[in-house]
């Protein structure tokens, strides 16, 4: 009987039936794909039958032990389903949405239809999608340029495509328009970030961007994290308490899990692809304090209008502003410093070995190499150097 909240009736294989207070029953299938746990719906009792349900487990089984996430397949076959109804290109766009946004992380998901919604639907959305052509996706792609976002024109161009290609493949479309105007799009700036590449400019910046008057206290350990691990500035934004072990011993470390890292949706999801930085003295001794002074049981730094968020994604770039490096350094500017003064340092010493040892630091993956390989290859030296950078640039 149904009660005042959710109530399950367990059956085998993780199989169960789901009854909500207002008495609605369906069956239900939890399971783990990518090492996270997700849950399948099988149909409502008692259209569908125990045994009918059990069935369903058995095929979604099997085609987890086949690598195919059982929920997305379902979302698939759904959108394939109503394939034959879809005309208009916003139709299409929203149907390869739902299949897309399982294998996206939430927020890029929500990103990419955004900035459908936003850039592309006004213009194209009601176009029956056989009918767009190529001069009518470069118009849309030219509105976007003209307020001058041209890395977004290329995005919004990129996600255009994937939709034709997606409409293709379900029979919908013949041509894929927006792969015609690529090369028609304005060039997105190539230049290099601004970044300083003289250990005395480096050190003296991240002295002034320490010494700016009313900076809050996790800007500024943040900053000095970042240029002593040369990580990239999302994964040091985001850094959690636990994340970090033995900071108070001889081998500190941070291990950064997967889904932070740049990699490919499938490593994301492969947990022996973390990433591991092996920390200097001065780096612990920041951590350390960042965690005293933290509010937050899950933030390193937490940003000034409350524990429950970290600093955002533009924090650090303003701070650098307001030191007075608008134009010569920014965040991501660290890893090109790091890179450039420690490869001349290692041409100066005759080490060639350092320089694949660097760019291993950098989290620069090589293909063909083994994940743990990667994770805990030239440790001993990757910690020497990580010291010897930290004695460059922070002085004890």
Same mark, same amino acid.
């Given at each position: ?48 039958? /125990?045994?009918? %349900?059990?069935? !369903?487990? *058995?095929? =979604? &089984?099997?085609? #987890? ?126 230049? /290099?970030?601004? %970044?300083?590449? !003289?250990? *005395?400019? =480096? &050190?003296?910046? #991240? ?137 001349? &340092? ?51």
């Amino acid at each position: 009987m149904p009660g005042p909240r959710d109530r399950k009736l367990a059956d085998s294989g993780s199989l169960y039936l789901l009854i909500k207070p207002s008495g609605t029953k369906s069956w239900r299938w939890k399971y783990r794909f990518g090492g996270k746990e997700k849950q399948l719906t099988l149909g409502l009792y008692p259209a569908v039958s /125990l045994t009918q %349900a059990r069935r !369903k487990r *058995d095929a =979604a &089984r099997q085609a #987890l032990h086949d690598g195919i996430d059982p929920a997305a397949a379902k979302a698939a076959a759904k959108a394939r389903a109503s394939a034959p109804a879809l005309d208009s290109f916003e139709g299409v766009a929203r149907a390869w949405h739902v299949v897309k946004a399982p294998s996206l992380t939430p927020r890029y998901a929500r990103q990419v239809l955004d900035r459908l919604e936003a850039d592309v639907f006004p213009r194209l959305g009601k176009l029956a999608i056989r009918a767009v052509t190529a001069p009518e996706v470069l118009s849309a792609i030219r509105v976007i340029e003209a307020r001058g976002a041209k890395e977004m024109a290329h995005r919004v161009r990129m996600h255009i495509s994937d939709i034709f290609v997606w409409a293709i493949a379900s029979g919908l479309a013949e041509t894929d328009p927006a792969a015609m105007i690529r090369k028609a799009l304005v060039p997105t700036n190539g230049r /290099l970030r601004p %970044a300083l590449v !003289k250990i *005395d400019e =480096a &050190r003296a910046m #991240l002295a002034a961007s320490a010494a700016v008057p009313g900076t809050w206290w996790a800007t500024r350990l943040a900053s000095q994290l970042l240029a002593l691990t040369a990580a990239r500035p999302g994964v040091v934004r985001l850094a959690e308490r636990h994340e970090f072990e033995g900071l108070d011993g001889d081998g500190p470390l941070w291990r950064i899990p997967a889904q932070k890292m740049k990699l490919t949706r499938e490593r994301k999801r492969d947990a022996s692809y973390e990433f591991v930085i092996p920390l200097s003295r001065q780096a612990a001794a920041i951590v350390m304090s960042a965690m005293a002074d933290s509010q937050s049981p899950q933030w390193l730094f937490p940003g000034a209008a409350g524990w429950r968020k970290p600093i955002s994604d533009s924090t650090l770039s303003k701070h650098y502003r307001d030191a007075g490096y608008a134009g010569r350094h920014v965040p991501h500017g660290w890893r090109a410093s790091f890179s450039t003064i420690m490869n001349e &340092r290692a041409a100066v010493e005759d080490r060639d070995r350092d320089r694949e040892i660097i760019d291993l630091m950098l989290a620069h993956v090589r293909e063909g190499v083994e994940a743990a390989y990667n994770r805990a290859a030239y440790m001993p030296r990757r910690r020497e150097l990580a010291q010897a950078w930290a004695d460059m640039l922070m002085p004890d």
